[in-house]
């Protein structure tokens, strides 16, 4: 006699809570096959506002965090994927349609891209910065700084990407002290949400990494336009429709956006998407012994 | 007599040997352009110095075809080396010319002899200077082994400071191995122009350098042609945005400079004197047409009252006139538009209800001119303490604690520079790290250096120039790939998804 | 450094009204410390900025001529003797003998027991720089050093102005004030200050040696400018030119400020003497012009003004000549002495 399952409910996570969409929208989430595997959050234009509100109010103490801090919270990242590899092994293989190892691979790559990603937190900004040897009797330092809030579409292929395309776009924001509101793989969505839950059980605190699953094309709009969204990472927005993230860039630009254009696939790591979302804050000091 | 008035000493333009018009600089050459010609006048006399060429859509197709080649053919396959000593040449051909420079930007600019003497010339000179050095070593600019140039730049320049912001452009460009076809400001043209012959005494190689004259059209017909690489902007912020606009999907790379509302801070322990040139310099230094000017003077309240004193006693001593004299320390505002607009604002500040004080000073009866003003009983909320004035007007306001300073410094949507005065170190560099934009002078105000990378957050625009930074901006990186695996990216084609979208 | 028991300094008009009336070293030191530091980049800066005033033509006149008039002909060796005092003397009062048009200097500066001799040449020129004579000013209190007892410093002034002294030039006991004992350094510009009383009731000017270039820094300079001006000090003076640096513009544009805050404060104006290195012309004029800027043109008067030089009239003379023929002059137009 096999045992009644308990399946699990998928919610957003927004600002270290797990909420269902204000809207009380859902949608169907299937197997590449079209089993039926979850009701998924709809999330609407209004989470995505709130979720920006709760990425905000996160970012300072977030930035302002050690950078050995805020590495020690990414590496336990890795730890807790880990641990609960089995999870999102099978999540992939449901909900991409993928053999075990083949989602095992995609879950080793996103634990060794955490690691990775990790290491940099306390490293990064000796690479992108310096000391300048200007003329003049001062102290002058160039030292990267968090952009500040972080809009991002994640990797919307369908098999591949549904976990590392969502680690290999919001680690790089977030290891500098960004926040980030991020859209997950619509159509694989689950391990997503399963990813913010080790995220709220790890060290990460709440409102750094928001997680909207629904529809990019509807969400994106409103992340890009957002006046409190410092830079947006259009790396799934390829797939929107076609040539649709230029709109976005074109609405990201009212305020001076920093964007990052689409990628194919996940984005492999590198510095690269780190610096892409900091900035270069240069400061002066004058100098005497007198 | 009063000796404070100093006698006249008005630097001679005998040295300036100017045409009497100006073509555009295509291919090494100077050509005709094709829209309606303009004269540049003196902002101080309002006298005509030279008509200049209008560059249409045509002459800015030549400019970048041009560039084109020379980026084909030349450039990009000499060695770093070489692009080196051209860029070496120029600098000292930028030394030796310094007085001539000097003057002409003065007169076409409006600004002090003094500023452009020792701040904008020597400065255009160390530019050229310090990328002239790069060229060959580019690898080591941590962009990867081997950074690609990205072809042709399109630069266009504001008028606050000419040749400067040409230098800012154009050095790291050419160090970079890029081509560059660049437009002054239409009220500022003369110094690039002199530039250009700077390059045809170089024996730079012909469509290495291309300046086109003209006005926004011209601009914005640069901007978006099809054959351009990369961007590059400096001005202000609702130009920088219908930029990004025309850029976007494009894949060109795109660097910005624009606004800003910069926040000089003075805390109560502060070296009140030094403070006090500081604000000064901050402000009205080149008529305060500085995107990085410390417009809002924020004081700790205690010594509110004491240091408004003491500056306003501070701007009695400035002497505003004749730029040419090698002792006036306010020059002319550069166009009759922007006073108009320097004007405007300021009414807007006294209709709001705050206070408005400029010394006694006596205003030239041609040409355009602003006193230096401060405002005080300014509140956040106010026009003048938000929008950018972009000349020499000071909006004072106040604050309590250090945390209410940071508040209200970060309090707006521009992030390029602020100013911290104060005796106390580890405040000064805690609130360094708290303050949202991209320069922070600490017990110094307005100091640009080469070395040093300059540029903001926020809708003050977005990319570094100077420094190591500043090379980033013209550079491809070659990569770094980190040693995991994982499913391979690739940029989507831009250009085309652009097109799938064309309205 | 602790003050258990709070020592009553010697009252000093200043001090009292600033600090109260039962001045204690205690809250002399409050005042000091309390003083908010000095930039030194900026503060040069500010200083190198004043010096690119061009002064041309009838301003470079008035400069040239002011220059003179406001200054202290100086000689200050081991081997001064009445003759070479005689001498300069005779300088002072005719710099330039060719040209009878060129203001008297406004004092001569010696060694106390040179006051004699210059009062002697002087006769009848003696007198108010402010009115176109020319005064005595004699260094005291066992200068350069000031390494003497209290009591030797004042027995050292008060016999330069018995002997017909108008000015005293002080050095201030720099140990003393870089070890923290400001209240020592108070009561002995205070004692002298009061040495300098004539005996008709009436003071000779005391100028105040801070030797600056042995303070150092900044912070140090403007403490000591205050010090000087609480305890009395007519005039603030950078440095007795035995050590190097003597006067520098950014020093004195630091005191000028010290000067102008103190008149901002009471109303009161004191006088500035930069001394020594000052040899040109031209750097000359930089110091008027910081003058001018800082504290008011109205400072460049006798009694507010003056440097203290030994071969900077010649070169003034120099220009002067210059201006007055347009041609430029040479060293064998000038006298040596």
Redesign the interface.
């Known amino acids: 006699m096999s045992r009644l399952s308990v399946p699990k409910t998928y919610k957003l996570a927004i600002g270290g809570a797990f909420p269902r969409s204000e809207s009380g929208r859902t949608y169907v989430v299937t197997s590449p096959a079209g089993e039926f595997l979850a009701n998924a959050s709809l999330a609407s234009r209004k989470d995505a506002r709130d979720a920006v509100v709760a990425a905000r109010s996160a970012q300072a103490k977030w930035a302002g965090a050690t950078a050995y801090n805020r590495g020690q919270v990414l590496y336990r990242i890795a730890e807790l994927l880990e641990g609960r590899r089995a999870q999102f092994v099978d999540e992939i293989v449901q909900s991409e349609g993928v053999t075990a190892a083949v989602a095992g691979a995609q879950v080793d790559a996103t634990i060794d891209l955490w690691v990775w990603y990790a290491g940099w937190a306390d490293k990064y900004a000796q690479v992108a910065g310096n000391g300048n040897p200007v003329s003049g009797p001062y102290f002058n330092l160039s030292v990267p700084d968090a952009t500040g809030v972080v809009a991002a579409i994640a990797p919307q292929d369908r098999t591949g990407v549904s976990l590392l395309g969502l680690a290999a776009v919001v680690a790089p924001i977030v290891l500098s002290g960004n926040t980030v509101v991020v859209v997950a793989n619509e159509a694989a969505p689950l391990s997503a949400i399963s990813l913010a839950e080790v995220l709220a059980t790890s060290d990460v605190p709440g409102g750094v990494v928001n997680v909207l699953t629904g529809s990019p094309a509807e969400l994106a709009p409103w992340l890009a336009s957002h006046a409190d969204v410092n830079a947006l990472d259009l790396a799934g927005a390829g797939s929107i429709a076609d040539g649709a993230w230029v709109d976005l860039q074109i609405t990201a630009a009212e305020t001076l956006k920093r964007v990052l254009p689409p990628v194919e696939g996940a984005p492999a790591p590198s510095l690269e998407r780190i610096t892409a979302f900091v900035e270069t804050k240069t400061v002066w000091h004058t100098k005497a012994m007198l | 007599?009063?000796?404070?008035?100093?006698?006249?000493?008005p630097e001679s333009t005998a040295i300036l040997n100017l045409r009497d018009s100006y073509g555009l600089f295509i291919d090494g050459e100077f050509v005709d352009g094709h829209g309606a010609a303009f004269a540049t006048i003196s902002p101080s006399t309002e006298k005509r110095i030279a008509e200049v060429a209008c560059a249409d859509a045509s002459d800015v197709d030549r400019a970048v075809a041009a560039a084109r080649r020379a980026y084909d053919r030349t450039w990009s396959r000499m060695s770093g080396a070489d692009r080196g000593k051209y860029l070496f040449r120029i600098a000292r051909l930028i030394q030796e010319r310094a007085r001539e420079l000097a003057v002409a930007e003065s007169l076409d600019n409006g600004k002090p002899i003094?500023e452009t003497r020792?701040v904008d010339i020597p400065l255009v000179a160390?530019w050229f200077f310090y990328y002239a050095g790069w060229a060959d070593k580019l690898e080591y600019a941590?962009l990867g082994s081997s950074p690609r140039a990205l072809g042709v730049a399109a630069q266009v320049i504001p008028w606050n400071f000419p040749l400067l912001m040409l230098a800012w452009k154009i050095a790291p460009a050419l160090a970079a191995g890029n081509t560059v076809v660049l437009k002054p400001a239409e009220t500022t043209p003369l110094t690039a122009l002199l530039f250009a012959e700077i390059c045809q005494q170089a024996d730079l190689p012909a469509g290495v350098v291309n300046i086109i004259t003209g006005a926004g059209e011209t601009g914005r017909a640069l901007v978006s042609h099809d054959d351009v690489n990369k961007v590059a902007f400096t001005g202000s912020?609702p130009v920088?945005?219908e930029i990004?606009?025309a850029v976007?999907?494009t894949?060109k790379k795109l660097t910005?400079e624009?606004g800003g509302k910069g926040a000089n801070i003075v805390f109560d322990?502060?070296?009140?004197?030094?403070a006090v040139?500081?604000i000064v310099s901050g402000i009205f230094f080149n008529q305060g047409h500085v995107c990085c000017a410390g417009s809002r003077l924020l004081v700790q309240e205690n010594v509110h009252d004491e240091l408004v004193d003491r500056l306003k006693t501070r701007l009695s001593?400035l002497r505003l006139g004749d730029p040419l004299d090698?002792?006036t320390d306010i020059g002319a505002i550069n166009s009759r538009e922007q006073l108009d607009r320097i004007r405007a604002l300021s009414d807007i500040g006294e209709q709001e209800g705050a206070e408005r004080w400029s010394p006694a000073c006596e205003i030239p009866s041609n040409g355009f001119w602003f006193a230096p003003t401060i405002f005080t009983n300014v509140s956040t909320s106010h026009r003048i303490a938000r929008d950018e004035i972009f000349g020499p007007v000071l909006s004072v306001l106040t604050f309590r604690t250090p945390e209410e300073a940071v508040a209200k410094a970060n309090n707006t949507?521009y992030?390029l520079s602020a100013g911290i005065w104060t005796?106390k170190a580890s405040r000064?560099?805690a609130l360094?790290?708290?303050?949202?934009?991209?320069?922070?002078?600490?017990?110094?105000f307005n100091?640009f250096?080469p070395?040093?990378?300059?540029?903001g957050?926020?809708?003050?625009?977005?990319g570094?120039e100077g420094?190591?930074?500043g090379l980033a901006a013209y550079l491809e990186?070659s990569?770094?790939?980190?040693p995991?695996?994982?499913?391979?990216?690739?940029?989507?084609s831009?250009r085309?998804?652009?097109?799938?979208?064309a309205k | 450094m602790t003050i258990d028991h709070p020592v009553a300094l010697a009252p000093a008009d200043r001090a009292v009204r600033l600090l109260g009336g039962d001045l204690t070293e205690k809250a002399l030191r409050l005042h000091l410390d309390g003083l908010t530091g000095v930039d030194a980049v900026g503060l040069e800066a500010r200083a190198a900025n004043l010096a690119t005033r061009s002064i041309k033509t009838s301003s470079k006149a008035w400069a040239l001529d002011t220059i003179i008039s406001t200054c202290d002909l100086t000689t200050l060796e081991g081997a001064d003797t009445p003759g070479k005092v005689r001498s300069l003397v005779a300088k002072a009062v005719m710099p330039d003998p060719s040209d009878p048009s060129c203001p008297r200097v406004a004092a001569v500066c010696v060694y106390g027991d040179m006051v004699p001799y210059a009062v002697e040449a002087l006769g009848a020129l003696h007198g108010d720089p402010d009115h176109g004579l020319v005064s005595v000013a004699a260094v005291a209190t066992a200068f350069p050093s000031g390494r003497a007892s209290l009591d030797i410093k004042i027995a050292d002034t008060r016999e330069a102005v018995a002997a017909g002294a108008d000015e005293i030039d002080m050095v201030i006991d720099r140990g003393a004030f870089l070890s923290g004992r400001y209240g020592l350094v108070f009561d002995q510009i205070v004692a002298v200050k009061e040495a300098c009383r004539r005996v008709d009731g009436s003071f000779a000017h005391l100028k105040v040696i801070l030797e600056t270039g042995e303070l150092q820094t900044y912070d140090n300079v403007r403490r000591a400018s205050w010090l000087a001006i609480l305890a009395g000090a007519d005039f603030i003076k950078t440095s007795t030119g035995k050590v190097s640096p003597a006067a520098t513009l950014p020093v004195t544009l630091l005191m000028l400020e010290v000067i102008r805050d103190w008149n901002r404060l009471t109303g009161e104006r004191i006088g500035m003497k930069p001394a020594g290195g000052i040899r040109s012309s031209k750097d000359a004029v930089r110091y008027l012009v910081t003058v001018a800027e800082t504290v008011g043109e109205e400072w460049l008067v006798p009694h507010l003004w003056r440097f203290g030089a030994s071969s900077l009239v010649n070169d003034v003379l120099l220009q002067r000549q210059k201006m007055t023929t347009g041609h430029y002059s040479g060293p064998d137009y000038v006298t040596v002495d």
């Not at chain 2, 070395?451 to 540029?455: D, W």
């Not at chain 2, 995991?484 to 989507?492: G, V």
């Open positions: 007599m009063s000796f404070l008035e100093y006698a006249p000493a003094k020792d160390a941590g912020t920088g945005r990004a606009r976007a999907g894949g910005l624009l322990d502060a070296a009140m004197d030094q040139e500081g001593t090698k002792n949507p992030g005796e000064m560099l360094a790290d708290r303050l949202r934009a991209g320069v922070v002078w600490a017990n110094t100091k250096d070395a040093s990378p300059f540029g957050y926020k809708e003050s625009g977005y570094r420094g190591r930074h990186a990569g770094w790939q980190a995991i695996e994982s499913s391979p990216a690739s940029p989507r831009g085309k998804a652009r097109k799938a979208v």
